[in-house]
């Protein structure tokens, strides 16, 4: 999961300029003529880290396929307040129509990586891995997990195809130890999510490879890491936000995993303004 891929992107943006446009935009069609062009430019209302730009320019393509979208940064790049982050020129119905789908991934996008940038600088110094979780936007995990690693975060899973990982309800279903031979016989590494010391215990007797700490108070991460050692990868997850997580790094824990970079973050202020026009 380095980059976007081209097809995907087509997919997001069709579905989304779907639900926008649907049998089509009846202010713009009432009112400006076929055939019109126009520039418009992107601009940033506060400091950020951009994100999305290639998803905008599928939008813009999607629907006027001679749209010439330029970028005037790149993805992780720090745009002011202010600042152009992009030019595009094309049909001035299909830029019009296109202005709020466009707009809202790359507000998405940017306030993702705006967010997790912060969270990654406050690590920076600790052998700590920061990570995001599966509390995405339906549909568009892919693009979210994008603007995590472009803000300098990492990815945990991409889904439940890609990693076991043992929760509360797996445990309370197959009990803790067949639950961890039985992910065992498939070969890949196996995460479980302790809620106790004594689960700690548990999944470390049962030959956990990641023991998941959830929702621990910093007393009770302390005394866990004191238990698991080098035996197990430690990782931290739950209640985590700016105010704490440092606190939680200087612990000894592996990996940090924050659900709140998408799952409450909050979007940034981008919008679009027409330039020129012929």
């Known amino acids: 999961m380095t980059g976007l891929d081209e097809r995907e992107l087509k997919r997001i943006a069709g579905d989304a300029l779907e639900e926008d446009i649907g049998s089509g935009d009846i202010t713009t069609d009432a009112i400006i003529p076929p055939r019109k062009r126009a520039k418009a430019c992107l601009i940033a209302k506060e400091n950020c880290i951009v994100c999305g730009l290639r998803v905008a320019e599928a939008v813009f393509k999607a629907l006027d396929t001679d749209a010439e979208f330029v970028g005037k940064v790149y993805d992780g790049d720090t745009a002011e307040a202010g600042q152009v982050i992009a030019e595009v020129q094309g049909d001035a119905r299909a830029l019009l129509a296109g202005e709020r789908t466009a707009l809202n991934f790359l507000q998405r996008m940017s306030g993702i990586s705006t967010t997790t940038k912060k969270y990654a600088d406050i690590l920076r110094g600790y052998d700590v891995k920061l990570l995001d979780t599966r509390k995405t936007t339906p549909g568009l995990r892919?693009?979210?997990?994008?603007?995590?690693?472009t803000g300098g975060g990492g990815n945990?899973?991409?889904?439940?195809?890609?990693?076991?990982?043992?929760?509360?309800?797996?445990?309370?279903?197959?009990?803790?130890?067949?639950?961890v031979m039985k992910a065992k016989e498939t070969g890949k590494r196996v995460e479980v999510e302790a809620c106790s010391i004594d689960e700690v215990r548990g999944a470390l007797e049962a030959g956990a490879d990641v023991i998941m700490l959830d929702n621990m108070p910093n007393g009770d991460i302390e005394k866990a890491v004191g238990i698991i050692g080098k035996r197990s990868i430690i990782e931290v997850s739950g209640g985590i936000d700016e105010d704490n997580i440092e606190s939680i790094a200087k612990l000894g824990v592996d990996w940090i995993s924050v659900g709140r970079l998408t799952h409450s973050v909050p979007s940034v202020e981008i919008?679009?303004?027409?330039?020129?026009a012929k």
Do not use: T
Request: charged share 30%; no cysteine.
């Open 142 to 149: 892919v693009l979210e997990k994008y603007a995590v690693r």
């Open 156 to 179: 945990h899973r991409a889904g439940l195809y890609d990693a076991i990982l043992i929760k509360d309800n797996h445990i309370k279903l197959a009990g803790m130890k067949a639950a």
């Open 271 to 276: 919008s679009m303004e027409i330039a020129d």
